[in-house]
């Protein structure tokens, strides 16, 4: 028994039907079903009858149920105390960010906390979001902003899409396109190429790809990297170009020259997301707090993407 299971109970027991509490609990039916279906395995006592068309409850499960909501208002009120304990001597939100979004979102976000909750403080880890969701799933951080994987994210955790991320074209300052301020994929063509790695930035590797191949166009790649600045500094250099997200325009060198990357509206190959991650099952007031600030911001910060 743990306690997903017994919140899966109380919801089917508070709907009365196992398809509205999975929507509340943004849960599959199956998976609810599963859920409750293996917390009566374990307890030896039948919680609900199903039929087709209704969902009645025990008395067994009357029973149980009446303790299991005691036993979660105790853990969750357990949680607040403790959580309240490790941050004695201030607040504390251990906040996740992939370093585009800690170049250019992190510092707006945190000058909008300070403004409103003067004592929040906000404890940064800037690292790649194959690196922080399993921080995120351990308990080591409150919230991330991340890049999204090529599956959903981890059925413990809530996501919600901040805002989509626009490619720029770092060129060495000597290349014949380094005088425009906007040039195309097309121009591209002939231009040799460094790609991030896509074991550490797939989201950007794809991307180079991607555009290449809506254009029918074979990208010349000759050179991949693992680490955004050394890219730049490869640019910098003279051994290429290379397609990067907007924000990391921050960090180019002088000796490299950042211009726009013309993408049509509807080119949905060229948008890099951006979203931030929680939890699903920790309450956290100063979490939910600095979650309503990203979102009222995120327009803002849209348009700078």
């Keep these: 028994m743990d306690l997903r299971q017994l919140r899966c109970a109380l919801a089917v027991a508070d709907e009365m039907h196992f398809g509205r509490a999975a929507a509340r609990l943004e849960m599959m039916p199956a998976a609810l079903g599963r859920s409750v279906r293996q ?3 374990a307890l030896g006592v ?20 009446k303790e299991a909501r005691i036993l979660l208002e105790q853990a969750d009120a357990a949680e607040a105390r403790w959580r309240k304990l490790g941050r004695k001597g201030g607040q504390v939100l251990r906040l996740g960010a992939i370093d585009t979004a800690a170049s250019v ?12 909750h003067p004592d929040l403080r906000i404890q940064l880890v800037e690292e790649r979001s ?15 902003v991340v890049r999204p994987g090529l599956k959903p994210f981890h059925r413990r955790l809530r996501g919600h899409l901040l805002l989509h991320e626009s490619p720029v074209v770092v060129l060495p300052q000597d290349h014949h396109l380094a005088s425009h301020d906007s040039i195309t994929v097309q121009d591209l063509a002939d231009t040799p190429l ?10 950007s590797h794809d991307l180079v790809l991607a555009l290449f191949a809506r254009e029918g166009i074979e990208p010349r790649i000759i050179q991949n ?3 955004k600045q050394t890219m730049l500094n490869m640019v910098a250099a003279g051994i290429g170009a290379a397609i990067v997200p907007r924000w990391w325009s921050g960090l180019v060198p002088r000796s490299a020259h950042v211009c726009g990357l013309q993408i049509s509206h509807d080119n949905f190959a060229a948008r890099l997301p951006l979203h931030v991650v929680w939890p699903r099952d920790v ?17 803002e910060l849209s348009a700078l993407a």
């Design 39 to 41: 917390l009566e395995d």
């Design 46 to 65: 039948k919680i609900f009858e199903r039929t087709t068309r209704s969902v009645v409850i025990t008395s067994e499960g009357l029973r149980l149920l």
């Design 105 to 116: 979102l992190v510092p707006r976000l945190l000058q909008a906390v300070h403004a409103v």
């Design 130 to 144: 194959i690196k922080l969701i399993p921080r995120l799933l351990a308990g080591n951080l409150d919230l991330a």
């Design 194 to 203: 460094i790609v991030p790695d896509r074991r550490s930035r797939p989201h």
């Design 225 to 227: 990297a693992d680490e």
């Design 283 to 299: 309450r956290d007031p100063s979490r939910d707090a600095v979650m309503q600030i990203l979102l009222s911001i995120s327009d």
